[in-house]
Structure formats: C-alpha cells, structure tokens
C-alpha cells in the first residue's frame, strides 16, 4: 500500500490499486471503499456513456452493477441518467467540432501531455 489518493472518496490516505468493474481500468482505492466495493462514480458515468443511454442500452447484468454503485454512491438514478445523457452530449458535440475542423486532435493531445 502506498499514501495516495482515493479516487473514489478523495482521501489521503493507504490505497492499493483496484481493477475496476465499469472497462479496463485501474483506480487508487482505499481500504474503506475497497471494503465497501465502491467504485469512482465519474468514470462509470463515463463508461456508462460510451456504451449508450441509460438504462435502455445497458444489459442487465451492468444495469444490476450500475444501481449498487449508486446506492453505495447515495445517487438517485434520475441524476445518474441526466449525468450520462450529458456525457453523451458532450461527446457528440466534440466530434462535431473536429468534422467541422474547430478543433484538432493533435492540439488536444498537446495539451494532455
């Protein structure tokens, strides 16, 4: 265990890395949330969005993971699911943006790294 960062909570304290249940994903988690199988709520919005709308283009089984989460997350899913159309919207504007050349791929790598 390392001092770090929780990604789910935010505290600053042991972390191990966990694999996460929403992609191929690996996240800094304290033994708290660890214990508590809590998850970063922001990347499984994320995750949730790439695959499509909630709940209508999620199966089952993830909608079954999705709902825990969000209890464990004291999020109603009314919130859950605008977060997600969001998302989704978001993205869709993105790629608007670079077919009409407002934006370039390559001036967005730049600034991430």
Known sequence: MVETKC???????ECVAVCGAFGAITYSCCL???ASGKEPYRLMVDYIANA????EDINVY??????QQLRLHNVPEEVFKFE???AIAEEQA????????????ADIMEDEF
């Open 84 to 86: 997600v159309d969001r």
């Open 62 to 67: 993830y909608q079954e993971e999705v709902r």
């Open 32 to 34: 708290k949330c660890l």
């Open 94 to 105: 993105f790629i608007q943006e670079m077919c009409t050349g407002k934006v370039e791929l």
């Open 7 to 13: 990604e789910v909570c935010g505290a600053e304290t």
């Open 52 to 55: 499509g709308h909630w709940p």
